[in-house]
């Protein structure tokens, strides 16, 4: 029998599933990915990513921010997961002449992976959607490297309330959280240097700007754009070095 708690979760997750595959065939996905870019891509410059790289990416999408991760890690590997079944089937799709790339569905709450193995996890608009926060941390803790790093970006947090409307518009429970509650989070955890920073989106708001259902007005959007995306990063302890064993003297030795 599945616990009423798994339960709780598989129903959350299959309203999410089904959301995120009505936006990709209304095309409401692709422009998620056009306002999305320009934070994205300084959050990709401040990684400081090595050739060799196993990243995981949580709530992939159509595969966007992976390809653009694997041209920086040639040498190793990018993982990408997603609740939505056909986000993932666009996403193989489109990244067929990415060698190092991979795509399968998985929730953040049970990852399909083996533990340690990750040295750096991303996740991009897609925490707040996490059934259980406190679970799905535990999880990236468990297949994060040690020593690995982890970059948690979104725009819908507290000290952001030109997004807290959103709310309204997606089918099950979102969490509303502040920074410092996210940075204890995952410091409860295990990780440490955890550290909450803002990446501000200088892209200039057009002047036939049109309304839609994440903004209610152009100097709304304005608004959300300069207060910026909340960054939350941490790094998995890394395992020290053991101790040189100790030289002891041979006694043979010493009395020959």
Request: charged share 25%; with cysteine.
């Amino acid at each position: 029998m599945v616990p009423p708690s798994q339960q709780a979760r598989l129903r959350h997750e299959e309203r999410i599933r089904r959301q995120f595959n009505h936006w990709s065939a209304s095309g409401q996905i692709a422009e998620m990915e056009t306002w999305h870019a320009p934070v994205t891509k300084q959050l990709i410059d401040r990684m400081d990513l090595q050739s060799d790289d196993r990243i995981l990416e949580i709530g992939c999408g159509e595969g966007w921010t992976a390809r653009l991760l694997s041209v920086r890690a040639p040498e190793g590997a990018v993982v990408g997961i997603d609740l939505a079944d056909e986000l993932i089937a666009s996403a193989r799709a489109r990244s067929i002449d990415c060698h190092n790339v991979l795509f399968a569905p998985g929730s953040v709450e049970e990852i399909p992976w083996a533990e340690d193995y990750f040295t750096c996890v991303l996740s991009i608009e897609s925490a707040y959607y996490w059934h259980s926060p406190e679970s799905a941390v535990r999880e990236i803790f468990r297949v994060s490297a040690w020593g690995g790093k982890v970059f948690i970006l979104m725009w819908f947090y507290a000290e952001n309330p030109c997004s807290h409307h959103w709310k309204e518009h997606v089918p099950a429970e979102i969490h509303l959280r502040s920074a410092d509650e996210w940075k204890e989070l995952f410091t409860l955890t295990g990780f440490e240097n955890v550290e909450a920073d803002r990446i501000p989106d200088d892209t200039p708001v057009p002047t036939d700007f049109r309304t839609d259902l994440h903004w209610r007005s152009r100097e709304e959007k304005e608004a959300f754009q300069k207060e910026g995306a909340l960054l939350i990063t941490g790094r998995k302890p890394a395992i020290s070095e053991p101790e040189p064993p100790v030289s002891i003297p041979n006694p043979l030795r010493i009395i020959n």
